[in-house]
């Protein structure tokens, strides 16, 4: 889970549109109807490709530098950054179920105080892991 920033090679299509394709990541390509379209979804595939690397712990190749990257007549690059963290976040946030082990005397306790365990569990371990 990290930040990047890899470029992207924009194509324009007509009506005003782009292609647009990360030449370093495997199928990492995407289409907007217009510019601001275009980044934006350029931003959400590029996190989509790298969370798929980081899930299947493939290795992520560093991104290129530009000027070896070829380019077509009216084509540009774009550096295109994404926060695979923040993605995981958004898309990722279906509730898991997890079994635990605590002694009687503190289970007893806290359900006397009325303690929600999956609220405690979910602030533990976000202070945990520096959230």
Known sequence: MAKYAYPAVFTPEKGGGFSILFPDLENCYTCGDNMVDSLLLAEDVLALVLYG????G????PPSDE???P???G????YIACDTLEYRKMYNNKAVKKTLTIPEWLNEAAMAMGLNFSQILQEALLSKIQL
């Open 67 to 69: 000027t070896g990257i």
């Open 71 to 73: 380019l077509s007549k």
């Open 53 to 56: 690397y980081e899930r299947d």
């Open 75 to 78: 084509e540009f690059i774009n």
């Open 58 to 61: 493939r290795k992520i190749p």
